[in-house]
């Protein structure tokens, strides 16, 4: 094969001929978050998204919240607390909570939060 697919036209397929998608993710190495195209229950067919990196940055009771991730599959996360905040805490519960809804959001699994772990 010498020729590129193409992929709009591809995608266009898929579109045309499912009756609806959804979308699967996966943790660990190569866990891409893929988009499933359905026909009367039946996988018709998948795309899969590689992003090579993002950062996502996100706000919550004035303290920033930051998703990064690269194609290579690692995962950063991190908090930043406003200034004048030293000695404050924030429970493990809320923070987990809003990394959970930033996954979701993403398309990514939000139980695969609870494999972090975090330092203070």
Same mark, same amino acid.
């Given at each position: 094969?010498?020729?590129?697919?193409?992929?709009?036209?591809?995608?266009?397929?898929?579109?045309?001929?499912?009756?609806?998608?959804?979308?699967?993710?996966?943790?660990? @190495?190569?866990? +891409?978050?893929? #988009?499933?195209?359905?026909?009367?229950?039946? /996988?018709?067919? !998948?795309?899969?998204?590689?992003?090579?990196?993002?950062?996502? *940055?996100?706000?919550?009771?004035?303290?920033?919240?930051?998703? %990064?991730?690269?194609?290579?599959?690692?995962?950063?996360? #991190?908090?930043?607390?406003?200034?004048?905040? !030293?000695?404050?805490? *924030?429970? %493990?519960?809320? +923070? /987990?909570?809003? @990394? /959970?809804?930033? @996954?979701?959001?993403?398309?990514?699994?939000?139980?695969?939060?609870?494999?972090? #772990?975090?330092?203070?």
């Amino acid at each position: 094969m010498n020729e590129s697919p193409d992929f709009p036209a591809v995608y266009a397929y898929l579109m045309e001929n499912s009756d609806g998608s959804d979308y699967e993710s996966g943790i660990g @190495f190569n866990a +891409y978050p893929t #988009e499933v195209f359905l026909k009367d229950g039946t /996988r018709i067919g !998948s795309v899969k998204y590689l992003i090579p990196q993002a950062k996502i *940055i996100t706000y919550d009771k004035k303290n920033m919240y930051i998703v %990064e991730l690269d194609a290579s599959g690692k995962v950063k996360l #991190e908090i930043i607390m406003p200034i004048g905040s !030293s000695g404050d805490t *924030i429970p %493990e519960e809320e +923070y /987990r909570a809003v @990394f /959970r809804t930033i @996954f979701e959001e993403l398309g990514l699994s939000p139980e695969a939060v609870d494999s972090f #772990e975090f330092f203070c």
